[in-house]
């Protein structure tokens, strides 16, 4: 974990609420008198920007990373992101980098990065590892409206991306994949287990999105049960893999 001042390049909006923002390293010294703190982080990661004025960070997947540049994609909801939606240039942003566990890249050759919503962004970078990695990476994107859709273009140019707008993506499963990486919300996680029980647990990734405090695992704001005991989504997350996975049962209805 890193904590850095970060100077914005880029605040574009994306569609109606969602918007992209690039924020730059600063400047360090490569001598050798001094360690590098450049480091690449894990695909899957997040980062925990303090927005002026506000008490708590607000955490965000990062979508990519190249020579020491962040892109984040976030969607507009509250305070906090209509602050950074301000963001201009030049403007410096405090970060708190190198949080959560990451993906772990498997070792095989179609795998299936599966993303609803704001859970697209972080399987941009991961499809770009994979390609790297020598594997075929197929991307399928769920979106409520036709307005919602964005990033799908970026996406085409690095792997197949299938589209999927107001339906269900575990209606649009292809059937040559042998590995299931997905980023969402908590219902298209469950049915996109329930829908792979097919493949060895092992190969199956998801991550989840969570109400955080602090980020790193100190105020154990976000504890959820998993099949190994208690785990922070912050700290031992995001990503868990399908055995470990305890899904709370269903609310009763009055």
């Avoid at 772990?104 to 941009?124: A, E, S």
Wanted: glycine share 10%; with cysteine.
């Amino acid at each position: 974990m890193q904590i850095l001042d970060f100077t914005v390049t880029e605040n574009t909006q994306l569609t109606r609420d969602i918007w992209r923002i690039s924020l730059a390293e600063p400047m360090i010294d490569h001598s050798e008198a001094m360690e590098p703190h450049r480091r690449c982080p894990q695909v899957g990661q997040f980062v925990n920007l303090k927005i002026d004025g506000l008490y708590l960070r607000r955490p965000i997947s990062i979508c990519d990373w190249e020579d020491g540049v962040y892109t984040l994609i976030y969607r507009v909801v509250g305070q906090g992101t209509e602050k950074l939606a301000q963001a201009k240039p030049g403007q410096i942003i405090n970060m708190l980098t190198g949080l959560g566990n990451g993906f772990t890249i498997m070792p095989t050759q179609r795998p299936l990065l599966i993303g609803g919503g704001v859970g697209v962004p972080p399987l941009y970078y991961l499809a770009k590892e994979l390609v790297k990695a020598g594997q075929r990476p197929i991307a399928l994107l769920g979106f409520a409206k036709q307005d919602d859709v964005f990033y799908t273009d970026e996406f085409a140019a690095v792997c197949e991306t299938k589209i999927v707008v107001g339906g269900y993506v575990t209606d649009e499963l292809p059937a040559d994949y042998d590995a299931i990486y997905a980023c969402g919300p908590e219902p298209m996680l469950r049915a996109i287990d329930r829908t792979a029980k097919a493949l060895a647990p092992g190969h199956v990734q998801l991550s989840f999105e969570a109400r955080m405090a602090c980020g790193f695992g100190a105020c154990m704001a976000c504890t959820c049960r998993t099949q190994r005991g208690y785990k922070r989504i912050c700290k031992d997350g995001p990503i868990l893999t399908r055995e470990e996975i305890q899904w709370p049962p269903p609310a009763s209805r009055a």
